[in-house]
């Protein structure tokens, strides 16, 4: 009897596992990578029906973030500011009221129809996040939403997991500001010891103790 | 080490139940008791060859081979809409709160509307009125689901065409001018019972405009007939107001007082807080044809029928008579003709002495459906009691008489009606069958109907109008005791509702815009008409000082004998049928509403459904078992219904509640029970004598009840003991348990760190079994409904269940009691379901919360398996995404829910998907609400030192007996710590050692020693110990 098996069979074992190693790693790294918030999420950047420039009008305007997201400190959302509130710099006669990319705020005033913002940060529907507590106790804008006093077209710039958001949770001293500094976007600690120095101090001051259990964010 | 749980062993009989099954021990109940679950809870479906695991296994393989597609690669776009112009008080994301109340026959009901983002989602009572102790019913809360209802009427037609604005207004001109050239002549209008003053001053004001107008007030379940009597014995316009928290001794015949929907708001407080026994504890007895929320709290009940409480108070009086010598009640009794039944004279004696011994603080009711010589009889009995004036006191609502109408029948018969508007009801359904109203409209040359619904009515008039909603029209109404509250919009008409004022209004010419018409009334009774006093009444949400003062009634006795002598015996021992107010549906008017369709009957636990209600006994005779056909025959009409047995129901009496069986609305109500109306006659609405019954030889009727699930092998759940006993030994409930094992577990026992630690207390003495926590529970979690066809096969989502027990240590009907339970989830802090998740979604938090993460659930279902309480409920379905009667279609069949459903969800709690196990929370979102809400006053101090924002969970508010009680149980001050720390609390299924957060108190029963059977009352846990 023959052998069953030829003879190149003998290499078949090996033959697969690098197979599998080729074929398979690479998927397997970059579903690792390439599958996540960190890469999917960071950096969105779609167009707005209004070319607003948070650059100009943080940096170099100087006005502060609650002039337009008014609620950020009562409530859970951070509202995006009404039509009116663009009207009340951009209304007729005064400034740039006839730019043509201040058409939609003009149309939008005059017809009463919402500017349709597209949405950037945007948290799955079973996640509850609350504005009001975190500026209220301690966490800049700064930290999840980045340096938008510089971003003339803003863009998501961290990753929302949730992996990202219990690193806080379970030690807010690292990102713990004097509360004089959370909305300012400039305010950066000299040093990682510095920041835990402080961080700890407030943590223990203000007793704050994040939620690290599912309750916390999911109801 | 297995751990073995010594459970007690289960009665053969046991002395308390709540299944027939499980009473009589049957082959079923015990078959169902050796699985964990019903057949279909369990993921099989019944009789059916191919598994249903058999076929997922297969079409896994298949969708495996197939391949799964990349769809939707795309990041889906999103938008954020803010307002052009901000709205006044909005904060997006944020509650509002505003002042209303709710319409009712019985009276408005005081409310807080919260809306979110301009939607109202949830409705709260007004703990600011007089009434209310913040508070509601079941169908205040459910009514938020009627103004989102698809199914609603949302255009204006004229004979099937669709019509604008306009051609109504036209038409409305139109009646103006004919009326004013004839004086209103051959103009008829109908409204239903909203006892609002802006339609009395319009109704005075069209009156006086055109004086031949015809104004008919209808009500299909109507205490018309009591008002009569009461404007003949106390004087015109003049209503009796009982005080129950006064009475130490009450005797209910008929009338189920502490039912909201039957006697107005306020009751069951007033009652609750005469149950604590460490106060003065009253007593109450109840004579009635079938288990009623009021008959469950009773001490002493004794089965009569409906035909035969007008002998039951005569016997009564007599004996009060006979002992205090009052020839007056001696002559009102005697020339009172029944039907010359007989009664145990030991009842009528014990029940009479322990009237008389608490003269003028006791207190007899009667049911609103009784004939006029019963309640003189009643009101009698009262004086001979000196109840008037102490216990009883008169209202003079000023209340001025309507036509009814059979009158508004004749003036159709006689030709003499030209326009009839029907502004309320729906009456070619519920009339009562003799009149014929459906074909009579017919005759009307011009009809119009106003009506959330095209229902019955609206199919045969000329113009069909779709209602407003009362959360989106302006509008008053008075509450019980008279005091005006405000109706406010919330939201503006979805489907271009009118309100029957817009329209009455537009009668009597004058111009609407907002509140006008209301705030003109508001003019005539407010002293201060100032715009400060306005916005103070819709702030409020009622005028302060409008309540309608009360006086001591005189008792006339010439009248009274006179309204008795009026009663016309009849014979005995023919069967009778008794139409109840469905628990569910009212009078039909929210049959439209699936959460108060799903919501069970406080009795029979009936979903879906109602039936014939039998007492065993005739059951028994009439060889019939649950479900099986019964033809009811009164006069020359019939109706088959299906039957079920009711245990402490009347012999030889019927009970059936009405507003089902309705064809042809929508198709939520396709299919739902049997139309009891046919056997309603003007002379007879109440309840019918004389009636044959038979059994039909039909195929069994399939009931959906809530109450066959998840049954607990009576392990003194429910515990209930007496005044006496209580007075012995204080913490009898909890001696029940007798030796506990060593508090060890084999759960786990997380640590419990958190400052603050959730409890609840149901207190079972005051808890009367309404559904309020139930629907409360429903609107706040977004629970979804599932139908009657999941409910059978033990599916239903409800979070709260409402567990009835029956209770009877010598299982005789005489002695059998019933005990209401609420269950939810008991938030165990060794939880057994903890231990066995295998992807850690359900977990403890620190605060001592059982928590469910849905976006984890992989719906393995091991949890629901290990609750001792069965108080998971799993999404075999999208219910939320599919309608229910395409539950099963393939995952290409369409999905999703209605728009204005979608704005009817509370957006603070997660809508859960098909394959997720739920349960409750204590209301988690409620309490990281106020968790948030102190750090955020906090802000830069010590959260801990900050008081936190006072909250309830939905239960606790809705309760209007205050027997629900939640809170934090590390601070000793709370009232859920003091709940407690009281005496009668025991935890169920102590044994287990998983510590539940929820405990109970003991129902204690207030036996009078004197009364035939005392022994027995509140002594079913005591046989069970002893068997």
Known sequence: ?219 | MKKIFQHPARDAKPTLWRTQGELENSAEFNESLAREFTDAASGREPGEGLSRRDFVRLMGAATALTGVGLTGCRRPEAHLVPFAKGAEWTVPGKFLFYASAMPTPAGAVPLIVTTSDGRPTKIEGNPLHPLSNGSTDAFAQASVLDLYDPNRSKEIKHDSLTVSRGDLDNLLAKIRATAGSNAGDGLAIIVGRENSPTVERLRAALVQQFPKILWVQDEAISSRGAEEAFDVLFGAGARPACDVAKADVILSIGSDFLNPAESGFGFANGFAKRRDPKGSMNRLYVAENHFSLTGGMADHRLRVRASEYGDFAAAVASAVAAKTGDAGLKALASAFKGTGVTFDPAWIKGVADDLLSAKGKSLVLVGAQQPAAVRALIIGINASLGNLGTTISVRQTGAKPAAKLSDLCAAIKAGSVKTLLILGGNPAHTAPAGLDFANLLARVPETLHLSLFTDETSKVTHWQVPAAHYLESWGDARSLDGTVCSVQPMILPLWNGISAIEILASLAGEKIDGPSAVRATFATYSKDASDAAWQTFLKNGFAAATAWPLSAPAFNQGAALAAVQSAKGSASGEFEVVFLRSSSVDDGRYANNSWLQETPDFVTKLVWDNAALVSPADAKALGIKDGDWLRITAGDRYIDAAALIAPGHADRSLSIALGYGRNGVSHVMEKVGFDAYPLRDSSALGYRGGVAVKALPKDAYVFARTQEHENMEGRNIAREGTLGQFREEPNFASEMDGELPKPVSIYPNPPLTGDLQWGLSVDLNSCIGCNACLVACRAENNVPVVGKDQVRRGRDMAWIRIDRWFASADHREESLEMIPMAVMCQQCESAPCEAVCPANATVHSEEGLNLMAYNRCIGTRYCANNCPWKVRRFNWFDYNERPLDQLYYGPLAPKGMADSLKMAKNPNVTVRMRGVMEKCTFCIQRIEEARIGRAVKAGASDVTKTPLPAFKSACQQACPSESIVFGNINDPQSAVSKAKANARTYSSLAYLNTRPRVTYMARVRNPNPAMPGADLVGAANRRNEHA
């Not at chain 1, 609650?66 to 009562?74: A, I, L, N, P, T």
């Open chain 1, 1 to 219: 009897m023959s052998n069953f098996f030829p003879r190149w069979a003998n290499w078949l074992p090996l033959q697969l596992l690098v197979c599998v190693l080729v074929v398979g790693a690479p998927i397997t790294l970059g579903v690792w990578y390439y599958f996540t918030p960190k890469y999917t999420r960071v950096g969105y950047q779609p167009d707005q029906p209004v070319p607003f420039s948070h650059a100009l009008h943080v940096k170099q305007l100087g006005m502060d973030c609650r002039y337009c997201h008014s609620f950020v400190e009562v409530a859970g959302h951070s509202n995006l500011p009404a039509t009116q509130t663009c009207i009340n710099c951009h209304g007729e006669g005064k400034i740039l009221s006839n730019s043509p990319r201040l058409a939609p705020v003009r149309e939008s005033w005059k017809t009463g129809q919402p500017i349709p913002w597209v949405q950037i940060h945007r948290l799955p529907d079973y996640a509850y996040f609350n504005h009001a507590v975190h500026v209220n106790r301690g966490v800049s804008c700064y930290s999840c939403h980045g340096a938008v006093n510089e971003m003339s077209v803003v863009y998501e710039a961290e990753s929302l997991s949730m992996k990202w958001c219990l690193d806080c949770h379970r030690s807010p001293e690292n990102f713990l500001r004097p509360p004089s500094e959370i909305f300012n976007m400039d305010w950066h600690p000299s040093s990682a010891t510095e920041q835990r120095e402080l961080g700890t101090k407030f943590k223990e001051e203000w007793k704050v103790n994040p939620p690290v259990n599912c309750g916390g964010c999911h109801r």
